[in-house]
């Protein structure tokens, strides 16, 4: 694969919209195009980080047994799976790291198809590109028509939470994706890094749907890898502490090549993230404070003329009225503020921006104000 066939970086197309947000109204810009965290990282972490400091020798690739175990038990407790085996957990240098290099870790190549949503997160596309592979839209199963060796896909990607809709898969749609896919041979990633962020009213779990949930697989991982990240519910996005869980054997797989290359989560960040993963308080508090912003950012998105879909979790309003994405991308830039528009995440976005919850309470309450005004 030449690199000349990978994509133009998205959001450097946003350069004249930033510029313009910046100066059309007094107080300077209000960024919600990126979702970068911007609240503190948690105290807890931070106290872990600065104990690891002292680190000379290597760190483990395969992650501490006390990290893999802290793995296996925050799914239990927080994502009804209680079967995660801690040999089947892996960390990673952020989640966007292991989801462009997965079909490449997997072993994929040309003449095998790399399937994601049609309106998605751009790096599952690029991750195939990078291993030579073919990218394909799978918007449902149906859509792949009947099967034949060369149209099956080897890796199937699901995002639930969706970035960018906020659109939560419920458990029936995930056991059948799984059945399917154990009958057809295919390795299904779930991309779940939003997990923790449902806005469900009537949500009655403990945060959305796991992949690896045993209502969804049977209690069997064969198959199956779950990709996390806690830049967004521990404001770790600096740390790049993230991890992927599941299938032993595929697990093991991924690890014997990142040992030959290289692909190690520094020691003191594994510390970090083993804590964090052991403390459920600033998850509860931080969920708090995007819930505020989101109240109050959406009821002014509205009242300029956007209708929000789907958002039914994550860091994200998923908003629309019914025009080009660029066009709304501009009318908000003439309020001092940058979206991201939908057609960065394919051509099913076309006419949907997305709106970050990400920015400092004063920086949401700019953007409020200047919505209403």
Not at 326 to 335: G, Q, Y
Not at 348 to 373: K, M, P, Q, S, Y
Request: proline share 7%; with cysteine; net charge negative.
């Amino acid at each position: 694969m030449s690199i000349r066939s990978l994509p133009d970086f998205p959001w450097d197309s946003l350069a004249p919209y930033k510029e313009r947000a910046s100066s059309a109204v007094p107080g300077g810009i209000v960024d919600l195009s990126v979702g970068t965290p911007v609240d503190p990282t948690p105290g807890v972490v931070q106290e872990a980080l600065r104990a690891a400091a002292d680190a000379p020798g290597y760190p483990q690739t395969y992650g501490t047994p006390a990290l893999r175990e802290a793995v296996a038990t925050w799914f239990a407790r927080r994502r009804g799976v209680p079967d995660l085996d801690p040999d089947g957990v892996l960390p990673t240098v952020g989640s966007k790291e292991l989801v462009a290099w997965l079909p490449t870790l997997l072993g994929l190549g040309a003449g095998d198809v790399v399937g994601f949503p049609g309106i998605a997160y751009p790096t599952y596309d690029v991750g195939a590109r990078l291993s030579g592979a073919t990218p394909q839209v799978v918007d449902g199963l149906n859509a792949l028509g009947p099967l034949t060796a060369a149209t099956t896909p080897k890796l199937l990607w699901l995002n639930t939470p969706s970035n960018p809709t906020g659109r939560v898969l419920g458990i029936d749609h995930l056991a059948k994706v799984v059945a399917w896919a154990r009958q057809h041979g295919v390795v299904v990633a779930s991309d779940e890094c939003y997990a923790e962020l449902d806005w469900r009213s009537d949500s009655t779990e403990p945060t959305t749907p796991s992949i690896l949930d045993p209502r969804v697989c049977g209690g069997s991982h064969e198959g199956l890898l779950a990709v996390y990240s806690l830049s967004k519910q521990s404001n770790l996005a600096g740390y790049r502490a993230a991890f992927v869980a599941g299938d032993v054997t595929l697990v093991r797989q991924l690890l014997e090549v990142r040992k030959h290359a290289g692909m190690i989560v520094p020691w003191p960040v594994q510390a970090a993230l083993t804590a964090a993963l052991g403390d459920d308080t600033h998850v509860a508090e931080q969920k708090a404070r995007y819930g505020a912003r989101r109240a109050a950012l959406r009821e002014a998105v509205e009242a300029f003329g956007l209708r929000v879909d789907h958002s039914d979790a994550g860091l994200y309003l998923w908003a629309t009225r019914g025009e080009d994405a660029w066009e709304t991308v501009d009318a908000l830039a003439s309020r001092g503020i940058l979206v991201a528009p939908g057609t960065f995440y394919g051509h099913a976005g076309r006419e949907h921006v997305r709106i970050a919850l990400t920015a400092t309470d004063e920086r949401i309450d700019a953007a409020v104000g200047r919505l209403l005004a």
